[in-house]
């Protein structure tokens, strides 16, 4: 009798499996060639991958079908065994995979993959192992003990994160305050007085380490609860898999880069010291220590500067092959983009680069100059690669680009002083009637009494021309302060009129509308009034 019950069960179970499988051919090829694959997942847990149609039925469909039947399933069958029954349908193999009457779903030919190799049989086994583990899960997920245990760890992981959340606030605020109280106690001190001014990025670097620190608190307890609980499990053996499988590949990508990253770092190291050699080089070529012929003082600052850019240069050229992930289309991406800006933008600013250059290497002017550039007078502030700042009388800042520059003359005062100090002049027109030895005797004096002009060199005064109506003479003093040049020159003419008014020199000069009946001469015996001294070789020349 209970041979014939089986015997019974198994037919009417292949002729449930022949009502499932039962379908058109023709369909069925089409379907395996052009079908979507879709994978059974029970409870976060793959069961099986389903690549080709049955009965019409998609494997999307399919996989919605088998999963309403794992569900609907009452918890005593599953503690059953999961059987698995052959068939076959027009040719085509397959496997039934049930417990007792009820038909959770078919594995066939159509749904192996071709690049695994495994057999029919071994892939039904396969589904059996993995669907009987997430039914031992659902089952064990509604037993109290484990459901009390998992939630008791989970309550004590909770506890122990929320322990180390304090305890990485805290001490983010004591580092802080304490390297805060730190660099306000040594802010005089040369060596912490670069952390005043980055105070800010220290912050912003802490804030990072500690959300980090955070992240992995939070990380490591979301897979320690989730790995609690059966039905969650494979959620936290994903999530472990991820952080173990992350750490080894940047373990192994450091590993395998270290060999390229060390050579780029060589490079790097010396080019530095290359570019430092060349540095104490070009100080002691600034300081006069070294002669260089064609290297100026005026154009060592410069040239360092073009020598440096260009040795660094070279040494990140030969040194970015190295560098991990140089050949990446992110950095590709960048390298294109730098390219494209420098394109647009660069027209001008290489214009303004020439003209500084120029400027430096013709040494039309340098820092400290007193210069008159046409509409603007005054000192030489800085000479910048793009602009060049002056400083005008009324102690105002002229930024005027080096294009502009170039393209003007400039007048340097400066240049050839040398230790003298600026030379600056004013001119008086006097008529031939005072003796010229008496006009160059009172300038001098003038000269010598006015604040702000030196009297070494002494100053001198030259007869610039013999007019028609009178003499021009044009006294010359030297100066240290340029920017001075107006307030002296006031008070150094205030001091000529002085002078003049002192010994009954008239300034203004004659225009005759008729001639004298005598003539406009200063006779021998006048020709050395006060001021003026005996002859000398000098007031003769």
Known sequence: MTQVFSKLSAALLLFSCFLLAGADAAALAAEEKHGREATLHYHFRPIVTLRTSLVGASAEDRVRRSLLRI?????????????????????????????????????????????????????????????????????????????????????????????????????????????????????????????????????????????????????????????????????GDRLTEFLFGLLDTLGTGLVHAMPALTTALIILFLTKAFNEALGNFFRAAKEGRVQVPGLHPETVTATHRIVSILVWGLGIAIAYPFIPMSDSDAFKGLSVMFGFMLTLGSAGIVNQLM??????????????????????????????????????????????????????????????????????????????????????AMLIAAAQQTPGLRTTPSPFVYQRSLADWYVEYELFAHMDKPLERVPVLSALHANIQDQFNTYGVQIMSPHFVVQPSGNVVVPPENWRPAPAAPDTPHSES
């Open 71 to 235: 569900e609907s399933l009452t918890p005593s069958q599953m503690a059953q065994p999961i059987e698995r029954t052959p068939f076959t349908v027009d040719g085509k193999r397959g496997i039934s995979l049930h417990i007792g009457q009820t038909v959770l779903f078919n594995v066939l030919e159509g749904d192996l993959d071709p690049e695994e190799r495994i057999s029919l049989e071994e892939a039904a086994q396969r589904a059996a192992q993995e669907l009987a583990v997430a039914l031992e899960a659902a089952a064990a997920q509604g037993r109290p003990r484990v459901l009390l245990t998992g939630i008791g760890l989970a309550c004590l992981a909770t506890a122990v994160a929320m322990t180390l959340f304090w305890l990485i606030g805290r001490a983010r605020t004591v580092l802080v305050v304490r390297l805060e109280h730190f660099i306000d106690a040594h802010s005089t001190s040369n060596r912490v007085r670069w952390a005043r001014h980055g105070w800010l990025l220290v912050q912003r670097v802490t804030q990072l380490v500690m959300g980090f620190l955070w992240l992995t608190v939070a990380y490591l307890w979301l897979t320690f609860v989730l790995a609690r609980f059966p039905l969650t499990e494979p959620l």
């Open 355 to 440: 003209s500084g250059l120029v400027l430096v290497y013709s040494r039309a002017l340098s820092v400290g100059d007193f210069v008159d550039l046409g509409e603007t007078v005054g000192v030489v502030s800085e000479v910048g690669a793009l602009s060049t700042k002056i400083i005008n009388m009324r102690n105002e800042e002229v930024t005027i680009p080096n294009a502009v520059l170039v393209s003007s003359p400039i007048k340097n005062y400066s240049r050839l002083a040398g230790a003298r100090g600026t030379l600056v002049s004013t001119k008086v027109t006097i008529g031939y009637d005072t003796p010229w030895r008496q006009v160059h």
